[in-house]
Nanobody, 116 residues
């Protein structure tokens, strides 16, 4: 069973940057399209970025141009570089398979708080 561990969140001022990491156990990670999801208080979990096993990416309109997803299949790790952060980016961020209907057990997520 693949386990997912997210890290790299924190408190950052508007306009700042963070880099999230998601480490996966198991050697079948490289075949999956992976996504970064986020869930803000009182809102549904949403997909903000996805990356295929070949490295092709897609982004939600709300983060396009500011977030960049990448992956290192040899390290079973996906990353999310977040720049020009806004208060509305505040959420718990998770990684998992895409689509969500095929999700693996969710990790604990990593909290991102954007506030001055």
């Amino acid at each position: 069973q693949v386990q997912l561990v997210e890290s790299g969140g924190g408190l950052v001022q508007p306009g700042g940057s963070l880099r999230l990491s998601c480490a996966a156990s198991g050697n079948i990670f490289s075949i999956y399209t992976m996504g970064w999801y986020r869930q803000a208080p009182g809102k549904q979990r949403e997909l903000v970025a996805s990356i295929t096993r070949g490295g092709s990416t897609n982004y939600a309109d709300s983060v396009k141009g500011r977030f960049t997803a990448s992956r290192d299949n040899a390290k079973n790790t996906v990353y999310l570089q977040m720049n020009s952060l806004k208060p509305e980016d505040t959420a718990v961020y998770y990684c998992n398979k895409v689509p969500m209907s095929a999700a693996l057990p969710w990790g604990q997520g990593t909290q991102v708080t954007v506030s001055s």
